[in-house]
């Protein structure tokens, strides 16, 4: 994976009130460049990155979507758009979710299919029932703004499948204004929550 472009911080935010994106970003400055001494508006670079977190949030809003009030909504450090990041601490072992998403079988994805945005959901056989697809908003929640880890050793979540949901489980104890990135479940953790799973089942 190559790495994206360095995206300036935004200080983009979606607070938790359904249908309602509280968004505060002003790179607008004044400038007093005019003959006649009119100001008038000068453009940033961070126009570019402005305009499409504007219209994501936007459609957010008409959707209804919301994100919790100890999470928020900035510019990806990973990849283009907007990531997901901790306005509190997060302990290990928390778990978020569930993933939201279109249902879709493995027979209607094709080469052009963002599989990132993509989880499958498997039977006690290992078999794969169908796939969550939250490339549409629609059938999205907030979830779908936590990207892949660029590598494990940057990941801070993980997925696990408790029945036919889809978690995500923080690996470490994750900080205050940290981006939210998706990994594998070490085999470590992994044995500790099937052993958290057969305890509350029995």
Not at 40 to 57: G, N
Not at 74 to 81: A, L
Not at 86 to 105: C, D, S, W
Request: charged share 30%; hydrophobic share 30%.
């Amino acid at each position: 994976m190559s790495a994206p472009p360095a995206c300036p911080p935004c200080g983009l935010v979606l607070k938790d009130v359904p249908g309602r994106a509280d968004v505060s970003v002003n790179t607008d400055r004044e400038v007093n460049n005019d003959p006649h001494g009119q100001k008038t508006q000068e453009s940033t670079p961070l126009d570019m990155w402005r305009e499409p977190l504007r219209r994501q949030i936007s459609e957010m809003t008409m959707l209804g979507m919301y994100v919790p009030d100890r999470f928020s909504l900035k510019s990806s450090k990973v990849q283009d758009g907007i990531g997901l990041y901790t306005a509190r601490r997060v302990k290990k072992g928390e778990k978020f979710g569930p993933f939201a998403g279109e249902k879709k079988l493995p027979s209607e994805l094709d080469e052009s299919s963002d599989t990132r945005l993509m989880w499958e959901v498997r039977g006690s056989k290992g078999d794969v029932l169908y796939i969550l697809d939250a490339s549409n908003p629609r059938y999205a929640n907030w979830l779908r703004f936590v990207h892949q880890a660029p590598s494990q050793e940057q990941k801070n979540l993980a997925a696990i499948q408790d029945g036919e949901n889809i978690f995500y489980l923080a690996v470490d104890d994750i900080e205050t204004d940290t981006e939210l990135l998706i990994g594998f479940l070490d085999s470590d953790m992994e044995e500790e929550e099937r052993k958290r799973r057969r305890g509350r089942q029995g």
